[in-house]
Structure formats: structure tokens, C-alpha cells
């Protein structure tokens, strides 16, 4: 069984910061990549920032340079630093973990995590 976790969402000011954290844990072999998605009300999915084991990251345009991803691959953990926060950053926060495990490779989803950013 593999799990994945997010923890730290809130209400935060416009401005403002917040650190999303994102825990993989489980029968885990290796974990590819790791990283978030957003969905806001209305509107599409889309990618808010990615983090691979050998620390490649890639980010959605809308983000660019106020949001920065880490991890800590000896603790299967990956962190969403977010600044600068807007209003139109109010969102579902979802965390995936690419995971090998004896099965196979497979995406794993968190639950999910609300930021709302409004004064």
C-alpha cells in the first residue's frame, strides 16, 4: 500500500506565504518524480510545479518565480514554497508521486489540500 499525504494549506492574506508539504510513504521502491496540480472553482486542472529524484523542476507559467519546489528524497518528501500569493492562487492543491513499487510504476494521488488567498 502506498500512500500520499499534503499537509499545510490555509487561509493566507493577498501577499502573503505558505509551504505545502507532500509525504509519499507505503512499500516503496523509488519515487520518480513528485509534485502539484491545483484546481480552482470553474476552471480546469493545471500544473502548478514538478520535482524530480535528481532535483529537475519545472513549473506552470502562472507560478513562475513565486513558487519553488524542494524535496528530500531520504524522507519521500517534496515541499511547495509559495510567495507572493494571489487571489486567483485559491485553489485545491493536489500532490502526486510518481512510485515503483513491486507492482510497477504508478502516479499516487493525495487528497487534495485548500489554499485560499483573500484579505
Known amino acids: 500500500q502506498v500512500q500520499v499525504v499534503e499537509s499545510g494549506g490555509g487561509l493566507v492574506q493577498p501577499g502573503g506565504s505558505l509551504t505545502l508539504s507532500c509525504v509519499a510513504s507505503?512499500?516503496?521502491?523509488?519515487?520518480?518524480?513528485m509534485g502539484w496540480d491545483r484546481q480552482a472553482p470553474g476552471k480546469q486542472r493545471e500544473l502548478v510545479a514538478t520535482i524530480t529524484s535528481d532535483g529537475n523542476t519545472d513549473y506552470g507559467d502562472s507560478v513562475k518565480g513565486r513558487f519553488t519546489i524542494s524535496g528530500d528524497t531520504a524522507k519521500n518528501t517534496a515541499y511547495l514554497q509559495m510567495n507572493s500569493l494571489k487571489p486567483e492562487d485559491t485553489a485545491v492543491y493536489y500532490c502526486?508521486?510518481?512510485?515503483?513499487?513491486?507492482?510497477?510504476?504508478?502516479?499516487?494521488w493525495g487528497q487534495g489540500t485548500q489554499v485560499t488567498v483573500s484579505s
Open positions: 507505503g512499500s516503496i521502491y523509488s519515487i520518480y518524480d
Open positions: 502526486y508521486a510518481a512510485i515503483t513499487t513491486h507492482t510497477g510504476t504508478n502516479d499516487y
